[in-house]
C-alpha cells in the first residue's frame, strides 16, 4: 500500500510541476522501470518484504531523477528551435556518462548495507540489491525509451511569419526569477555564504547531541511479549499456574484478541528476529495480539499494574515485538573470572548502580538466584565394605525424588517417558532422604541408606554458571522503560561510568553487551567498507571531469548534508536509528549525484565560448528545475513511510536531509566553484544567451 500510495504522489507531483505530458512521460517511465525492477527481483530471489519494498519507495526519486534530466534537456532544446531527433541525440550525447557516473556513485554510497557481514546487514541487505537493480535500470530507460516517447509527445517549435524558428527564453516564471535573485545574493557575498554555512554546520552537530539515539525500532505488528521469570528452583507446575492466572486477566481486556503461552522454554522461532529462550522450568512467556498498534502499549502498561497490586511471585517483563536483530536485554554488561563468588559480587555492585537510575527495568543476571541442594555426605570407606558405590546413591536419590526414566511409552507418532518415583507423599517431605533404603550386594538385603551416608547438608549452588569465550561470565541485564519516550541509549549512557569504574579483581574484565555491542558491530560492519566506497566515489568524478578541483567542489558540500537531517530528527522528535545511519551515509551519494550534472553544465556552457562567470549562473538556473523535482518527488513519496516506526526515522533524514541538500547544490556549489576558481562576481543578467 505505501509503494502505490508513494508512486501516487511522485506521479501527482510530476503532472502539476512538470506539465502533463512531461508528467505522464517521466510517471510512464517511473512504473517500466518499477515494473523492471519486480521482474530481476524475481530473477535474483530477492522476495517482497518490508525492507525491499522500502527501498523501491526510497529509490522513486532517484528514479526519476535520470528521466527528469533527458526530458528537461529536450524541453530546453526544442524551445531553443532544435528539432525533436536534435534535441534528443544533443541532450543523450551530453548527459548519458555524468548520469551513468552519478547513478554509480548513489548505488556505491549504499553499497556497504550489501556488502556489511553483520546480522543487520543480512537483515537490510535487500536493500542495496533493490536500490542497485532500480537504478541502474532508471539509466538504461532514461537514454532509451525517455527520448522515444518524448519523440512521440512532444512538438518541435513552430516557425514565426519570417520562416524562423522562435526562440523564447525557457527560464521564466516566479521560481526561476527567485532563484535568480537568491544565487546572485549568494554568489555576491560568498564568504558570508561559507560563513553561514559553517555556523550552521556546528550548530547541527551539537544539536545531533540532542537527538534520540536507538538502534532498531519496534515492530508496526501489534503484538507483544510477557516474559515470567520465577526464582530460579522452581517447578515447571508453579510456573504453569502463574501462566495460567495471566492468561486469564489478558482474555478479560477486549483490547486483546490472541494469547499464545508456552512453559519451560521460548516459542518456537516463528521470524527471523525472535530469540526464543533456552530451557527453564522457572520459564514462561505469553505472545499477545492486541486489535492494533496503539492499543499495545495500553495493554503493556495494564500487565504491569497486574504485576505491582496482585501477589506474582516472578519477575514480568514486557517488551515490544522486534524488527531489527535483537537481545535478550538492551543493556548488558558481561563480567569474566575464574572464582562465581567474585563474579557474583561484581554482579551485585553492577545491579546496584542500575538500580539507581529511576528509568532501568527488568534488573536481573543470567546465572539467576542460587538454590539449596540437599548434599549428602558420601562414606566411601563404609559404602566399599558393603559393596555400594557413589552411582548406586545416586540412582536411589533419583528415583524417589525427582524421577528416573526406566522406559518410553509409544503413542501413535509420540515417544512419552516412563518414570518412575515414590509417591507424593513421601517425596515431598524433606526428612524422608533419612528413611531411604539401598540395597547391599555385600549382605544382599536393603539398608537404611544412613549406613552409607554421614549427614544429608543443605547448600546454596549456583545452578546455572554461564560461560562465554570458555570463561566463566555473569551478564547483568536492564532495560529502558519500553512505555516511555526514553532509549536504550539514555539510560546507557547515564550508567556506563560508574559501572565501568568498578574496580575489577586482577584476573577479571568487564565488556558491554545488548544493543551497545550489536550497534557496535553492525557500524564497525559498515564503516569498515566505507572508505573503500568513498575512494571508489571520488575516483569516479575524478574521472568524469579529469580534474581534482571539480569534485573537490562537489565533495565538500557532502559534509553539510547533516544541517538538514539533524534539524529534521529533532523537529519530528525522531530517534537516529541504524537504517537512519545508513541513509545518512547514502544522501552523499543524492548529493554527488546533482553535483555532477550541474558541475558537467558548467563545463558545457564553457565550451560554448561563455564568460566563466555567466557558465556558472547560466548552469544553475537550469539545472534548477531537475534538481529540485528530483527532490520534490523523492521528498514527498517519503510521506507513507512517516507512519511507519520502522522507516519513520529513515524517512525524516531523507526528507529534511535532501530538501537541504538541494540548497546545497543549486546555491553552495556554483559559490565554491567560483571561490576554487578564482572567478569574479559580476551583475545579474536576466537572460541567458
Known sequence: VSLVEAIAIVIIVLLLFMGVKSGLLIGGILLLTVLGTFIFMKLFAIDLQRISLGALIIALGMLVDNAIVVTEGILINLKRGQTKLRASINIVEQTKWPLLGATVIAITAFAPIGLSSDASGEFAGSLFWVLLISLLLSWITAITLTPFFANLMFKETQLNADGEQQYDDPYQGFIFTSYKASLNLAMRFRKSTLVLMLVLLCSAVVGFGAVKQSFFPASNTPMFYVDYWQEQGADIRSTLEGIKKLEAFLQQNPLVTEITSTVGQGAPRFMLTYAPEKSYPAY?????????????????????????????????KVKPMEIGPSTDAKIEARFSGPDPVVLRKLSAQAKHIIAQDTGSHNIRDDWRARTKMIRPQFNE????????????????????????????????????????????????????????????????????????????VVEWEDSLIMRRDRKRTITVMADHDVLSDE????????????????????????????????????KKAIFGSLPIGYLAMFAITVLLFNSVKQPLVIWATVP?????????????????????????????????????????????????????????????????????????????GMIPLLFDVFFQSMAVTIMFGLGFATILTLIVVPVLYTIIYKIEYQPLKTRIK
Not at 284 to 293: M, S
Not at 569 to 596: C, D, R, T
Open 487 to 522: 532509549t536504550p541509549a539514555k539510560l546507557f549512557a547515564r550508567i556506563r561510568t560508574d559501572i565501568e569504574n568498578i574496580e575489577l579483581p586482577r584476573g577479571y574484565e568487564m565488556q558491554w553487551g545488548g544493543e551497545y555491542e550489536s550497534s557496535s558491530k553492525a
Open 560 to 636: 553539510l548534508a547533516i544541517i538538514g537531517v539533524s534539524a529534521g530528527l529533532l523537529v519530528m522528535n525522531a530517534p537516529f536509528s541504524f537504517m537512519a545511519l545508513l541513509v545518512l551515509l547514502s544522501l552523499s551519494g543524492m548529493l554527488i549525484k546533482n553535483g555532477i550534472v550541474l558541475v558537467d553544465q558548467i563545463n558545457l556552457e564553457l565550451t560554448e565560448g561563455k564568460a566563466p562567470y555567466q557558465a556558472v549562473f547560466d548552469s544553475g538556473v537550469s539545472r534548477v528545475r531537475p534538481v529540485a523535482m528530483a527532490a520534490i518527488t523523492t521528498i514527498l
Open 284 to 316: 514462561g512467556q505469553l505472545i499477545i495480539r492486541v486489535t492494533d498498534r496503539e492499543a499495545v502499549a495500553t495493554v503493556m502498561q495494564k500487565v504491569r499494574d497486574f504485576a505491582q497490586h496482585n501477589p506474582v511471585a516472578a519477575q514480568l
Open 381 to 456: 570407606q563404609k559404602a566399599r565394605r558393603l559393596g555400594i558405590s557413589k552411582s548406586d546413591l545416586d540412582q536411589v536419590l533419583l528415583t524417589n525424588l525427582s524421577g528416573k526414566q526406566v522406559g518410553v511409552y509409544r503413542d501413535g507418532t509420540q515417544l512419552l517417558p516412563i518414570i518412575a518415583r515414590s509417591p507424593a507423599n513421601e517425596r515431598l517431605n524433606v526428612e524422608s532422604v533419612h528413611d531411604l533404603q539401598i540395597f547391599s550386594p555385600v549382605l544382599g538385603v536393603f539398608i537404611p541408606v544412613t549406613q552409607v551416608v554421614d549427614e544429608f
